[in-house]
């Protein structure tokens, strides 16, 4: 067994670093969720062409770093259909390492976040192992999630074997997550790293709409579904609104029983994303993010995805 007790606080997991402060997927931005006291760094994983781990939020980069500047790319701007969307701009699966160690980093929301662009043309993409190399010095968890991996298991790169190479040796706390199933039911046939099945309110696994698998997200938070999923994972990462849903003015309702339904599992549950602008909270909560962490905290909840690790920080401890 492996659930949390009562006094054992929930985990902060920074995701994508700090990156309310710094754009995301840098190490700027996980060495400030360090700083920030977050208990574990998360990295979107996706691959080169030559084979690397890197972090980003997508495999298509136009969004998060500054390749369109970069007259020497030109050519490989394409179009994809990468889980059934298609997608225009370029492609990490189609640059070397070498190559996008060239780019360097946007911030993704500019609009939401202005202050995170006085960074642009200076952070490099970083590796999945200088992120390891950095968790390691300070001693914090890695939370690492497998993106699109049907996807590059077609195209012949695999994210799996590589990050579990990369893993082999290391002396922190990790957990693997991944929206799909099939991936982390190999993984668990081949590591005992604590596995985590991401949960969207809507929608299904891409991996079951390639294998014409009905069920949706929905059918996997029944207590059937939480039971097959305990079989190969440990917890589960679930978008908050299905803990604390809101009505169609933002408003928050009633909590679900998902947490307590998960617990009678053995399954942790980690809900993401939290963050202070009002654009993504309830109204209940606008200008007041501490009390959002709070009333999730009261619920049982056993970790947060946060943008801003230091007010979950400080909200965990007033808790």
């Known amino acids: 067994m492996i659930r949390k007790t009562s006094q054992t606080p929930p985990i902060i997991i920074a995701h994508r670093g700090a990156s309310g402060y710094r754009p995301e997927h840098t190490l700027a931005a996980y060495q400030l969720a ?8 998360e990295p979107d994983l996706v691959i080169s062409k030559d084979g690397v781990l890197i972090a980003r939020h997508e495999n298509e980069i136009s969004q998060t770093t500054d390749i369109a500047e970069h007259p ?23 640059l070397t390492l070498a190559e996008i160690k060239t780019l360097t980093a946007e911030e993704r929301i500019p609009e939401i976040r202005p ?11 970083p590796t999945l192992q200088e992120i390891i190399d950095l968790a390691q010095k300070y001693n914090v968890g890695i939370y690492p999630e497998t993106k699109h991996p049907s996807y590059f298991q077609s195209i012949g790169l695999p994210l799996e074997l590589p990050l579990l190479t990369a893993l082999q040796e290391v002396k922190i706390s990790v957990f693997i997550q991944s929206f ?5 039911q190999e993984i668990s046939q081949k590591t005992d790293i604590l596995l985590v099945q991401l949960i969207n309110h809507t929608g299904q696994p891409y991996d079951f709409t390639v294998n014409g698998n009905t069920n949706t997200y929905q059918d996997m938070i029944q207590p059937l ?14 978008n908050k609104n299905l803990i604390i849903p809101s009505n169609i003015n933002n408003k928050i309702q009633s909590p679900t029983s998902l947490i307590k339904n998960a617990h009678a599992e053995d399954l942790l549950v ?22 959002e962490y709070k009333l ?11 943008d801003f690790p230091d007010t979950a920080f400080t909200a965990r401890g007033d808790r």
Do not use: C, M
Not at 225 to 236: F, M, P, T, V, W
Not at 278 to 283: A, E, G, R, T
């Open 34 to 41: 360090i700083d920030l006291g977050a208990d574990y760094i």
């Open 72 to 94: 020497e790319f030109a050519h490989l701007k394409t179009t994809k259909i990468i889980d059934g969307e298609i997608k225009t701009g370029w492609f990490t699966e189609d």
């Open 115 to 125: 202050q995170n662009t006085d960074y642009h043309g200076i952070l490099p993409i």
């Open 180 to 184: 799909e199933v099939s991936n982390l």
């Open 225 to 238: 579904g939480l039971k097959k999923i305990a079989e190969y994972a440990q917890a589960i990462g679930v």
């Open 270 to 291: 980690h809900a993401w994303t939290f963050r202070n602008e009002n654009n993504f909270l309830p109204v209940d909560f606008h200008n007041n993010p501490q009390q």
């Open 296 to 306: 999730f905290f009261e619920l049982g909840l056993d970790g947060v995805f946060s």
